[in-house]
């Protein structure tokens, strides 16, 4: 019998092969084990092992299938663990999570357990679909080449009628949003049922691009159980609809997967739910990790945060799943794990939550132009309205644009001095 249990994953001579699929935790040991123990635990609870050896284990499985912990810091309580492609099945991220995201989360020997960084393999990549348009193909349809595009929540979240939120939709695009996109948790309730919704919204976004002779998109939530998510995308899709949203970790994995196999159109990605596992710097995962396999299942915009804004989240931590998201290729550092994208397109960052007029300048002197300036109550509680709300957010991005202070260019825009005089504080 091949020893394949817990002591036996550590082996710090192995180089990563190009196929490893390569996982970076922060392990905090229980009481009474030791660091390299509870990394070697990680390593086989998520992969082939168990708690003792057991008399079924062949020496094939543990040449095949083992990983490999090839790296230790623990002053940083960090470990790499890279697991051989064939531990699983491509194409299926559920699975690869109950491997990788699965037991070793409960487990005595580790209190806390913290997935950092992952590094997706090629293959792996390849058996999922990717972006289908990305910043390059939302930008070519709303033909906004090179300034941040702006959009917004309908506000309330939830109670306006499907008529009511129609016209604030059509304000909001009438003031100057690209976008308009319904609340993660407005669905198909009673007062505004979603296909009535979709047709009066659409509606309106036609309309607001014959007056401003600007492209528009309406990001409608179609978040439901399976079979009923399907069915709203596919009447989205028959009825002109250019643009659909799902709330991804509620919604989970799974669907996403299904969601991209049948849409044609781009998918918004809203992160609700996410601080449920990512805000404790101890323990869960991070919103790298989730972000890096929201891109590999092929979402077109996703929420990432503003740093500025009213949820939580670093500069560092924003930009860094910007990076993820938008670039080709990340650096391998101290901290994090390389990651080449190939062929799989870019996925436009969205800046939203407590997003106003002042703070946009320094969003987009941090963030750059590839992002999505995303504002609910900083456009609908403008004291003149939605429309001058959307008319101030996009003052405040062609000042930044001009490189002009905004309290300049509101002496001759008056829709952003009072946005300004409003949110002073
Ligand atoms: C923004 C928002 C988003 C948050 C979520 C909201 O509205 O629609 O859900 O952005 O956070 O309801 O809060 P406001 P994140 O503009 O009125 O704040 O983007 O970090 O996932
Ligand atoms: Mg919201």
């Known amino acids: 019998m091949t020893a394949v249990h817990y002591e036996n994953f550590v082996n710090l001579k192995y180089k990563p092969k190009e196929d490893d699929l390569i996982c970076q935790f922060r392990v905090t040991p229980a009481k009474g084990y030791s660091f390299k123990d509870v990394c070697s635990i990680v390593a086989g609870e998520s992969s082939v092992g168990t708690w003792t050896e057991v008399s ?26 890279a697991y051989p492609i064939e531990l699983f099945e491509l194409g299926n991220l559920p699975e690869i999570l109950s491997s990788v995201g699965g037991n070793i989360y409960g487990m005595n020997s580790a209190e806390e357990l913290r997935w950092e960084d992952v590094r997706i393999p090629e293959k792996m990549l390849n058996s999922f679909k990717g972006p289908q348009f990305g910043i390059e193909g939302i930008r070519k349809y709303l033909g906004v080449h090179n300034r941040p595009l702006v959009g917004t929540i309908v506000k309330p979240k939830v109670g306006l009628t499907s008529e009511e939120h129609a016209k604030v939709a059509y304000d909001a695009w009438k003031g100057g949003c690209d976008i308009v996109k319904d609340d993660e948790n407005l669905t198909s309730q009673d007062f505004n049922k979603f296909e009535k919704r979709f047709l009066l919204t659409m509606k309106a976004c036609k309309q607001a691009e014959k007056e401003t002779g600007e492209k528009k998109v309406y990001f409608i939530n179609c978040t439901a159980e399976c079979d009923e998510m399907i069915k709203r995308i596919k009447f989205v899709e028959k009825n002109g609809g250019n643009y659909i949203m799902l709330d991804i970790l509620t919604l989970g994995w799974s669907a996403l997967q299904t969601a991209r196999k049948h849409t044609k159109l781009p998918i918004h990605a809203h992160r609700a739910g996410h601080a449920m596992v990512d805000r404790n710097p101890e323990h869960g995962m991070t919103m790298e990790v989730i972000a890096q396999f929201a ?27 910007e990076e993820e998201i938008e670039n080709k290729f990340t650096e391998q550092t101290k901290k994090n794990l390389s990651q080449k994208w190939f062929n799989v397109k870019p996925v436009f960052g969205v800046a939203s939550g407590g997003v ?10 941090f963030m750059g132009n590839d992002v999505v300036l995303q504002a609910g109550g900083g456009i609908h509680g403008h004291p003149f309205g939605t429309e001058s709300g959307a008319r101030a957010m996009r003052q405040a991005v062609s000042a930044s644009m001009k490189k002009i202070p905004l309290g300049e260019y509101a002496k001759t825009h008056v829709e952003l001095e009072v946005a300004l005089n409003t949110w002073k504080k």
């Open 295 to 321: 891109r590999m299942i092929g979402v077109d915009s996703l929420h990432i945060g503003t740093a500025y804004g009213k949820m939580s989240g670093s500069k560092d931590e924003v930009l860094h799943i």
């Open 356 to 365: 106003y007029p002042e703070i946009v300048p320094k969003i987009i002197d």
């Open 56 to 81: 079924t284990m062949n020496p094939q499985i543990g040449k095949l299938l083992a990983p490999k912990v090839y790296f230790l810091d623990e002053k940083n309580k960090r470990c790499r663990i």
